[in-house]
């Protein structure tokens, strides 16, 4: 697909010098190794909070459920039906969740949306696998598909809270 001048690129969404070319840069190969190795499928049977995400742009969807004991997540489960870029985020954060306190997790979600959005440096530690998602800040109409796992578990600790609140 070609564009001319500074208009928008019809596959990305974006405006800017990033061409189909630069694709590659996005869809790489650790970013298709990340989404083999996807893990924690299916639904917990009884889950403390169940929530969804959904991209109206590609269509892809992520069901997550969490359980928390004393503000630290126990177990974890999704239904994962998006893009590369989806599910290596999910895979990610399917491998690292359990265990990770809520505010961690809110901390690396908004490192995340910081990261694609705003040019904010990616994640380290544990979760410096997210950096290869890094490449992504530059086609905007991806970034919705890279965040919906954050948007998914951050509305499950919503719920959460809320319950918590209701029963104190």
């Given at each position: 697909?070609?564009?001319?001048?500074?208009?928008?690129?019809?596959?990305?969404?974006?405006?800017?010098?990033?061409?189909?070319?630069?694709?590659?840069?996005?869809?790489?190969?650790?970013?298709?190794?990340?989404?083999?190795?996807?893990?924690?499928n299916?639904?917990?049977?009884?889950?403390?909070?169940?929530?969804?995400?959904?991209?109206?742009l590609?269509?892809?969807?992520?069901?997550?459920?969490?359980n928390?004991?004393?503000?630290?997540v126990?177990?974890?489960?999704?239904?994962?039906?998006?893009?590369?870029?989806?599910?290596?985020?999910?895979?990610?954060?399917?491998?690292?969740?359990?265990?990770?306190?809520?505010?961690e997790?809110?901390?690396?979600?908004?490192?995340?949306?910081?990261?694609?959005?705003?040019?904010?440096?990616?994640?380290?530690?544990?979760?410096?696998?997210?950096?290869?998602?890094?490449?992504?800040?530059?086609?905007?109409?991806?970034?919705?598909?890279?965040?919906?796992?954050?948007?998914?578990?951050?509305?499950?600790?919503?719920?959460?809270?809320?319950?918590?609140?209701?029963?104190?």
């Amino acid at each position: 697909m070609a564009r001319s001048g500074a208009g928008t690129n019809a596959l990305t969404g974006d405006r800017g010098k990033h061409d189909m070319a630069d694709l590659d840069e996005i869809y790489n190969t650790r970013i298709l190794e990340l989404a083999g190795e996807i893990s924690r499928n299916g639904r917990l049977d009884s889950p403390d909070a169940s929530a969804s995400a959904h991209s109206k742009l590609c269509g892809s969807t992520i069901d997550v459920d969490v359980n928390v004991a004393n503000g630290r997540v126990t177990d974890y489960a999704h239904t994962v039906k998006a893009c590369l870029l989806g599910q290596a985020a999910a895979s990610i954060v399917a491998r690292e969740i359990v265990g990770t306190p809520q505010n961690e997790f809110h901390a690396i979600a908004t490192q995340m949306r910081a990261m694609l959005k705003d040019g904010g440096p990616a994640p380290t530690g544990r979760w410096a696998d997210l950096a290869v998602l890094e490449p992504v800040r530059h086609y905007k109409a991806r970034h919705a598909s890279t965040l919906l796992v954050f948007e998914a578990v951050e509305k499950a600790f919503a719920q959460i809270d809320e319950t918590q609140t209701a029963t104190v």
